[in-house]
C-alpha cells in the first residue's frame, strides 16, 4: 500500500464516518478517532457490497454511509451498555 491510497483510505473514512455519525440516531458517546475507523471500516465494506451487486458510484457511496451508520450505531450501543453496567 503506497501512500496516496493509505491517504485516500483516511480521507473516505473521515467523510464516511462522518456522514454515518450523522445519520445514526440518538447520541454517539464514541470519540472521533473511533469514528474515523468505523468509517474505514464501513467504506471496505460498503465497497466489497457495492461492486459484488455491481452498483454505480453514488449507489456504492451510499452504501458505503449506509454500512458506517450502522456500524457507528451498533457501536454506541455497545459503549452506552457497558457505560451502564458500572
Known amino acids: 500500500m503506497d501512500t496516496s491510497s493509505l491517504l ?5 473514512g473521515i467523510l464516511i464516518g462522518l456522514l454515518g455519525r450523522l445519520i445514526a ?8 478517532l473511533f469514528t474515523i475507523l468505523i468509517g474505514i471500516v464501513g467504506a471496505v465494506a460498503g465497497l ?4 459484488s451487486i455491481d452498483a454505480g458510484g ?29
Open 58 to 86: 453514488i449507489a456504492t457511496f451510499a452504501i458505503q454511509v449506509v454500512v458506517a451508520a450502522v456500524l457507528v450505531s451498533l457501536v454506541s450501543a455497545l459503549e452506552r451498555s457497558r457505560r451502564n453496567r458500572w
Open 48 to 51: 466489497s457490497i457495492g461492486n
Open 25 to 32: 440516531p440518538g447520541g454517539n458517546p464514541i470519540g472521533c
Open 8 to 12: 485516500g483510505a483516511l480521507g473516505s
